[in-house]
């Protein structure tokens, strides 16, 4: 799956990836592709960007951290990214519920 698919996505998706806890970039990165069972395979010019702009937000804070002998970057959820993170669970519920009225099986 392309990144420019997830347009206006991709942030809920960090979002919800951060709420298990403290993560790496490239743990981020590949908790994405386990999640969605191989389809989001996004390279790191586009989840670092948008962890940028979610630090900007208020929503993830990071740190540094040394992991195995390397300098790593380490992302986190603050109590805004919590609850940015369930308004974007009910936006998305109510979009998902209102195209699947159209999308989804026909009718009988």
Request: hydrophobic share 35%; glycine share 16%; charged share 15%.
């Given at each position: 799956?392309?990144?420019?698919?997830?347009?206006g996505h991709l942030d809920a998706l960090l979002l919800s990836v951060l709420e298990g806890g403290s993560l790496h970039g490239y743990a981020i990165i590949e908790a994405l592709k386990a999640?969605?069972?191989?389809?989001?395979?996004?390279?790191?010019?586009?989840?670092?960007p948008a962890l940028r702009r979610l630090e900007r937000a208020g929503y993830v804070e990071s740190e540094w951290s040394t992991v195995n002998g390397r300098e790593r970057r380490t992302y986190r959820l603050t109590g805004?990214?919590?609850?940015?993170?369930?308004?974007?669970r009910t936006s998305w519920h109510e979009f998902s519920s209102t195209v699947g009225r159209f999308l989804g099986p026909e009718p009988a």
């Open positions: 799956m392309k990144a420019q698919a997830l347009h999640r969605s069972g191989g389809a989001l395979n996004l390279p790191t010019g586009t989840i670092y805004s990214g919590h609850r940015a993170l369930a308004g974007e």
